[in-house]
């Protein structure tokens, strides 16, 4: 067995209540990332080095017993703020290593603030979570029924083949979305037939992969055919449509 991480993402369907806690979680991570930044331009300005993940964290534990402004912090779970400190750590050694050359890809600028409409609406969670086939149970937020079945996570979990590290939710358009990281066990790979043979493959259109061994052998596999089976789809959904009733 080899132990390998996933993501599983699902449609949220929140009630208007856990839809304005689900705001607020977002809010929160969003101050907690610009609070952050802006400690570690001050600390930069004057020691020419920014604070760590940890380090912002015991300062805002030190602030938010203190400053009477923040005394709305405990409406939200404590993991969104430590995991925004967290990205932001991330997000500065990124910037330190793409500056040094030690990063390959575009070149990273440094992190900017976030605004509110403008930057994308996400926090993330860790803690106890569950699944149970149509619901996901947060910390802090309770269980959220969702769009989709998650059994076949469910029985993985109940199985013991699988462990859930966290939960990342984010906001398209009007609709949210959970991805829960998750931790699985799956069967190790088994080694080839005929170890130190070659084979030959080969991209096509009417046939997915033309493969063949130095035997001589040809394998074919062929094409999903997505287009046919998505215009089946259609037409059955068409029918359906065609004998409903306007208003029903």
């Known amino acids: 067995m080899t132990t390998t991480k996933l993501a599983y993402r699902f449609a949220l369907d929140p009630s208007a209540v856990q839809q304005r806690t689900l705001r607020s979680h977002v809010g929160a991570a969003r101050f907690a990332w ?3 930044l802006a400690k570690c331009r001050e600390r930069y300005a004057a020691e020419r080095k920014w604070h760590s993940g ?16 923040l005394g709305w912090w405990g409406e ?15 997000a500065l050694r990124d910037f330190t290593k793409s500056r040094n050359g030690q990063r390959k890809g575009k070149k990273l600028g440094f992190p900017k ?3 509110r409409g403008r930057s994308r609406d996400s926090f993330r969670l860790t803690g106890v979570i569950r699944c149970d086939r149509n619901t996901v149970t947060l910390p802090r937020l309770g269980t959220i029924a969702t769009c ?12 013991g083949r699988a462990r859930v590290l966290s939960a990342t939710v984010t906001r398209t358009a009007q609709r949210w979305f959970v991805s829960l990281t998750v931790e699985e ?3 190790a790979a088994e080694r080839h ?27 074919t596999i062929p094409g999903p055919r997505a287009l046919g089976a998505g215009l089946r789809r259609l037409r059955r ?8 009733k306007p208003g029903s």
């Open 34 to 36: 610009n609070w952050g």
């Open 54 to 69: 940890a380090e912002l964290h015991k300062l805002w534990n030190a602030a938010k017993k203190t400053d009477p402004a």
């Open 76 to 90: 939200n779970s404590k993991c969104c703020y430590q995991e925004a400190f967290r990205n932001l750590d991330r």
């Open 113 to 115: 603030y976030k605004k």
């Open 148 to 159: 989709e079945s998650t059994a076949k996570l469910t029985d993985r979990i109940a199985g």
């Open 185 to 187: 066990d799956r069967p």
């Open 193 to 219: 037939a005929r170890p130190g043979t070659a084979a030959g493959i080969d991209l096509g259109i009417k046939a997915l992969i033309t493969g063949a061994d130095s035997a001589g052998k040809v394998i």
């Open 237 to 244: 959904a068409s029918r359906a449509h065609s004998r409903k």
